[in-house]
C-alpha cells in the first residue's frame, strides 16, 4: 500500500482537505489548495465570490482541438453534529486500522483528492489532454445550491463555453468506489405549510377550529396522493412528510397554528410547476386556512449517453472501473439531488461516479484508504480512455 500511496499522494490530499473546516457554504482556503496544485499543472485558475459562496473555475487549454471535460465537486460539508459522539475529532483527518475519518472525508474531499492526483498523475506522465479541461468546484452544494455550481454554469453560459464530458465525484457508491455510477437524478420540492384555525377552550370546540386538526386531514390527504411508479430511468415519486408542529402548548387550548413540512422526491413525470399545480389543487377546499410555501427546487436529470458509440462517457466510465476493479458497475438514478442538475444540457453527458457513501452525513464519516486509491486509479483510467 505504500507504494501506492507514494505514487498518488491521495490518501495526504485528503487528510489536508479535510483538515479544513468548510462548513457549507464556507470553503475556508480549501480552493486555495486546489489553485496551488492545478496552477503547477498549467491551469488557469479563476476564482470568484458570489452571495459568500467560493466558486473555483481552473482551465487547461490544449492547443490540440477535442472535447470540453470537466471534474467537479465541492468543498463545502455539513455540520459535524455532535462532537463528542465522534472517535477522532472531526477535522483531525486521522487514519485509524486503515480508515480515514473526518467531516467530508467520503463526502466529498476524497474524490476532489483522487481527482486532483489521478489528473497530476496523469499530465506528469506525459500523457495528452486535447481540447479543454475542466476543475469546477463550489462550496454551496450541502447548503441551498443557489450562488455555487448554478453560478458557474452561467458563466460558462455567458462566455459560450460548452461541456462534453462532465465527472462529478459524489460518493455514489455502496460496497466498493466504481461500483455504482450515478447516470441521473430525481428530482425534488419542499414545502412549508401554514395551517390556521381559531383558538379557544378544549370544552368548548364549537367555538373554536383546530389547527392542527386540518394538518392531520391535510396530511392524510397529501399522503393518499397516487403517484407513478417511475419510468425505465428513474424511480417513481413519493411525498413524505417531514415535520409537523403546533403552536406553545397548553392542554386546555385549541390551538390556532400548525406548521408542517413535506418534501416530494418525483421523477421526469413531473415538473416543479406540474406538482405546485397538482398540489394546490388537491388542498383547494382548505381556502385560507392553509398556505404554502415552496422551496429547494431540484428538477430531475438523465444523463444523454449514445452508447452505441465505444467513446462515449459512459462506456468509457465503465470500462475504466473494469480495467481497475475487475467488476462491471451498476448503473442507478438512485439517492438525492446533486449539482449534476445544473451540468446537464441536451447535448452533453454527465456521470457521477465516486466513494462508497455508507457513512456520509453520519457521525464518524470515514473512508477506507484502499477505497481511496482504487477511486484515485479509476480516474486515472478514465482519464486515459477519454484521451487515447
Known amino acids: 500500500m505504500r507504494d501506492e500511496f507514494e505514487k498518488s499522494n491521495v490518501v495526504r490530499y485528503t487528510q489536508e482537505l479535510v483538515s479544513i473546516e468548510s462548513i457549507t457554504p464556507n470553503d475556508n482556503g480549501c480552493q486555495n489548495f486546489l489553485i496551488d496544485k492545478l496552477s503547477k499543472l498549467g491551469f488557469k485558475c479563476h476564482s470568484f465570490i458570489d452571495n459568500d459562496v467560493h466558486n473555483l473555475m481552473a482551465t487547461y487549454q490544449s492547443d490540440l482541438p477535442g472535447l470540453s471535460v470537466a471534474f467537479c465537486g465541492h468543498t463545502d460539508v455539513v455540520p459535524i453534529g455532535d462532537s463528542s459522539l465522534w472517535l477522532v475529532p472531526p477535522f483531525s483527518a486521522e487514519i485509524i486500522n486503515g480508515e480515514l475519518y473526518g467531516r467530508g472525508a467520503a463526502d ?27 476543475f469546477l468546484i463550489t462550496s454551496d452544494e450541502e447548503g441551498e445550491a443557489e450562488h455555487g455550481s448554478k453560478t ?31 447516470i441521473g437524478r430525481r428530482g425534488a420540492l419542499s414545502c412549508s405549510v ?36 417511475g419510468s425505465d430511468d428513474l424511480p417513481g415519486t413519493n411525498l413524505e412528510i417531514s415535520g409537523i408542529k403546533s403552536n406553545s402548548f397548553t392542554d386546555n387550548i385549541i390551538p390556532s397554528h400548525c406548521h408542517m413540512n413535506f418534501n416530494i422526491r418525483y421523477s421526469d413525470a413531473h ?16 381556502g385560507n386556512k392553509v398556505e404554502l410555501s415552496w422551496q429547494r427546487p431540484c428538477e430531475p436529470y438523465l444523463t444523454n449517453s449514445p452508447i452505441e458509440k465505444d467513446d462515449c462517457l459512459l462506456n468509457c466510465a465503465i470500462r475504466a472501473v473494469h480495467k481497475v476493479t475487475l467488476n462491471y458497475p451498476k448503473l442507478s438514478t438512485s439517492g438525492g439531488c446533486s449539482d449534476g442538475r ?18 456520509i452525513h453520519q457521525v464518524n464519516e470515514k473512508v477506507s484508504v484502499n477505497e481511496l486509491i482504487k477511486l484515485e486509479n479509476i480516474y486515472f483510467q478514465l482519464l486515459y480512455e477519454i484521451y487515447s
Open 194 to 229: 401554514d395551517v390556521y384555525g381559531k383558538a379557544g377552550h378544549v370544552a368548548y370546540p364549537q367555538y373554536a377550529s383546530n389547527a392542527v386538526t386540518t394538518a392531520v386531514s391535510v396530511s392524510n390527504k397529501l399522503l393518499n396522493i397516487k403517484w407513478d411508479s
Open 152 to 182: 458557474i454554469v452561467n458563466l460558462l453560459n455567458e462566455s459560450n463555453l460548452k461541456l462534453d464530458f462532465c465527472i462529478i465525484g459524489e460518493p455514489t457508491s455502496d460496497a466498493f468506489s466504481g461500483d455504482t455510477i450515478k
Open 108 to 134: 466529498m474531499k476524497g474524490g476532489i483528492a483522487a481527482m486532483l492526483s489521478a489528473l497530476e498523475r496523469y499530465v506528469n506522465g506525459g500523457h495528452p489532454i486535447t481540447g479543454t479541461f475542466y
Open 342 to 359: 445544473f451540468f446537464k444540457e441536451e447535448h452533453n453527458e454527465v456521470l457521477e461516479i465516486g466513494l462508497p457513501n455508507k457513512t
Open 271 to 286: 415538473t416543479n410547476e406540474t406538482l405546485r399545480n397538482l398540489i394546490h389543487d388537491e388542498l383547494f377546499e382548505y
